[in-house]
């Protein structure tokens, strides 16, 4: 039985991520595509900030995070394991449990921000 994600869990994970997949290099990356990976990669690093319980600025737009966070598994295929790699493949899927464990708890903030 797989373990239950955390925050500290997903957070780790997400910054496995970033690594795994080159998201910090802009060389890696199509020049057309970059501008995406860059904010999912931002996203991503605030997620991580705030999952570990730092706080988030004012002006940081979590909603807008989320929102963006949301957008990455399907733009980048997570739930298919016929693009990744069978070995790759399990450590994409707790990734992709992890974004979304993400994307909800910045939305869970987000809503107890704005009452």
């Not at 995070?65 to 394991?81: E, F, I, N, Y």
Request: aromatic share 12%; proline share 6%.
């Amino acid at each position: 039985m797989p373990e239950q994600m955390d925050p500290i869990k997903a957070a780790r994970l997400l910054e496995r991520w970033i690594s795994f997949y080159g998201m910090d290099d802009k060389d890696a990356w199509p020049r057309e595509d970059y501008p995406f990976v860059k904010q999912s990669c931002e996203a991503m690093r605030l997620a991580i900030e705030l999952l570990r319980g730092n706080k988030a600025s004012a002006d940081v737009d979590v909603k807008r995070a989320a929102a963006q966070l949301g957008k990455w598994p399907k733009v980048h295929s997570m739930d298919d394991p016929e693009y990744w790699e069978s070995e790759d493949f399990p450590f994409v899927q707790n990734t992709l449990e992890a974004i979304r464990f993400a994307a909800s708890f910045l939305r869970e903030m987000q809503a107890s921000r704005s009452s």
